[in-house]
Every structure is written in C-alpha cells, then in structure tokens.
C-alpha cells in the first residue's frame, strides 16, 4: 500500500533537514502509529504521502502511485482517493454537516442517489444522523472531527491518512474517535496517523514507527508509545495480509 525507499526531505527556505534516508513499508490493511516529539519529522512524513509536501531525494509509492514523480494535474486525483483526517478539522463552515461530506463525492461526481445513500450511512456510522443539517459551528470538537472523518470514508478509500486527528480532544472524546477508526480499520481500511497521544498508542498496541530528528528510531509490531529497555528497533516480518515489510533506516 505504501512504499518509502531512502526519502529525505530538506526544506529550501531555511535548510532544515526534516527527514534524512528513511525507508518504511506498510502493508494493505495495516494500522500505524508514527510517533515522535513536535518538530521530530512526522507531519512531513504525513504531507508528503499526500504530495502536500515534495520529497528532496528518495522513492514514495502509495497503492502503486508513484507520489514524487506525479504530474501537478495527477495530485486532486491522488487526494481524492485517499481519506484525509486532520487536527484543525479543515471543514467548510458556509455548509452544513452533510454538505461537507457530500462535497467529497460531488468532486468526484459521483451521482446524487449514490450521494445521498453513502452520506446518510457514514453519518450514521460516525454517530451524527441526526445532525446532518447542523453548521460546523454549532458543533462540539468531537463532532466536527467525527464530521472530518465522515468526509474522509464516504468514498470508501482504501487508505486514510491522519495527522493529529484527536490533538484537539479530551481524552474520552479522543476514545471514542479512535473506536470509528478501529472499526475502520477491521472493515479493511488502512490507516496512517501521527500523533502525540500516548494513552491511545499504549491502548491499541499497533504498528509503531518512531521518528527521531528526522530518523525512524523504532519500528515495532504491537509497539507503545515510548521504547521498552535499550532496545530500539524491532524488525517485523509479516504485514497484516501477510505482506513482508522492513524496518526503516535506523540512526542515532
């Protein structure tokens, strides 16, 4: 599903090496932690799955697109056919709750039954049916991410990709969110977040990968959030569909 081989990324305006020869592998199906402290390279690594981003040197594949070499005209579809999660909500306040999920399907033209029927479905999913025509402003932070996480599913992609999606959220608000996510996730989907949250990393115990001054450091199955004893990296060998994957680049 996704394939980075030896990327690094080094911001023109000011120097700053972000991300330094790093390599990752995550399998369909997978659920993944990318974890680290602020200004540690996991945002970046989220911008450029997304092409938000341009990799300075290195190999990105996402299901079997090949992201730095991608034509500027190629990126909306690249975008379309991902789920994009993201901690400020990025939702269109002008439109209600179900405009804003709908508009994911409208960019793709999809035709307004099929829209109808798969809005109506995912609010219920995500717990907001009967909110559909509620303003992003008349809603709590919990709803609008569960509203951004509507808008991520609706077309049903294969992966989703998170970046601090519950920063903004109390701890149970936070849970509940993540309970949409896992469900997600057994339904098929994979998923990539960033995120600071060490309660909800050391609860679901997936895939972690740290990221460290722009190195990935660990690389664990069922990891936590911070690293057990002195031992830094954990090589796992079978992906969720029994895809093969190694550990990235280690440096320390």
Not at 195 to 219: A, L, N
């Amino acid at each position: 599903m996704i394939h980075l081989k030896n990327v690094t990324k080094i911001y023109k305006d000011n120097g700053v090496v972000a991300l330094e020869d790093i390599t990752i592998d995550i399998g369909e199906g997978e659920f993944v932690f990318i974890v680290g402290t602020s200004g540690s390279g996991k945002s970046t690594l989220i911008k450029l799955l997304i092409h938000e981003e341009t990799a300075t040197a290195g190999e990105i594949f996402v299901d079997n697109r090949d992201v730095i070499k991608m034509k500027r005209t190629e990126i909306p579809y690249l975008r379309r056919s991902l789920g994009m999660i993201f901690q400020d909500y990025r939702l269109l306040e002008d439109r209600t709750v179900y405009e804003n999920v709908a508009f994911a399907m409208q960019v793709i033209e999809a035709p307004q039954q099929i829209i109808r029927r798969s809005v109506d479905n995912v609010l219920e999913i995500v717990g907001l049916g009967e909110k559909k025509n509620h303003f992003p402003s008349q809603l709590s932070g919990g709803e609008r991410q569960r509203v951004a996480i509507a808008r991520a599913i609706v077309n049903a992609p294969k992966l989703v990709v998170a970046d601090e999606p519950t920063g903004n959220l109390d701890p149970d608000t936070s849970r509940d969110i993540m309970d949409i996510f896992k469900r997600i996730n057994d339904a098929g989907t994979t998923i990539v977040m960033a995120t600071h949250d060490k309660q909800i990393v050391d609860s679901m115990k997936k895939r972690v990968i740290e990221i460290e001054d722009g190195h990935i450091v660990r690389d664990e199955i069922k990891g936590l959030y911070e690293k057990i004893g002195k031992k830094d990296v954990v090589v796992p060998k079978i992906g969720s569909n029994n895809q093969k994957f190694g550990a990235g680049s280690v440096r320390r």
